[in-house]
């Protein structure tokens, strides 16, 4: 177990997403309810295009996660893929699911980017209102604690939320244009 688990994460970081799951399945054979196993096979099956998988084992990863920020990672996977799987209805209840928890987790990049992918939501959700909201919190704490990855993901969906509303497109192209080269 202990070797899938090593296994799973060096092919997930290196690119190898059927690798990674090939473990990462072989390690939950032994121990099918391991959170850190159930999230390298919900990533990796993501990653390797297979879906289906994907949804079930992030819903085991969530139901099972340690702690308020390993679950938070599970649900911004299930955003993610509700809507690859064009399932609105689900995106809206993971986030809503997701959004309580925000309170539970410390400032930093935990917190930041659990913000970040509910503006994701949102701005998948054509919902710019609220994805500027959530980015511009995301925002706020990727500055105070320095985290230029979540910084530039949180510009993204903030930029793309105001490009694709009417009255703030020159707005959401400038953001596009200027900061994020900027990162």
Do not use: C
Request: no cysteine; proline share 4%; charged share 30%.
């Amino acid at each position: 177990v202990a070797a899938a688990r090593r296994g799973a994460s060096l092919y997930l970081s290196i690119g190898s997403p059927f690798q990674a799951l090939k473990l990462a399945e072989m390690g939950l054979a032994e121990a099918g309810e391991d959170p850190e196993l159930l999230s390298y096979a919900a990533r990796a099956a993501w990653l390797a295009g297979i879906l289906g998988d994907a949804r079930r084992y992030s819903r085991r990863w969530r139901d099972r996660a340690p702690s308020s920020s390993d679950r938070a990672d599970a649900l911004y996977l299930m955003i993610r893929l509700a809507w690859e799987a064009k399932e609105p209805a689900e995106m809206g209840s993971v986030r809503d699911e997701g959004e309580p928890l925000i309170e539970h987790l410390t400032p930093g990049a935990e917190k930041a980017r659990a913000m970040a992918g509910l503006a994701q939501s949102a701005m998948l959700r054509d919902q710019q209102e609220l994805a500027v909201k959530w980015a511009n919190k995301a925002l706020v704490l990727a500055d105070e604690f320095d985290l230029p990855r979540i910084r530039l993901a949180a510009l993204v969906e903030k930029s793309t939320a105001l490009a694709n509303s009417w009255n703030t497109t020159d707005e959401g192209h400038e953001n596009m244009s200027g900061k994020v080269e900027d990162d």
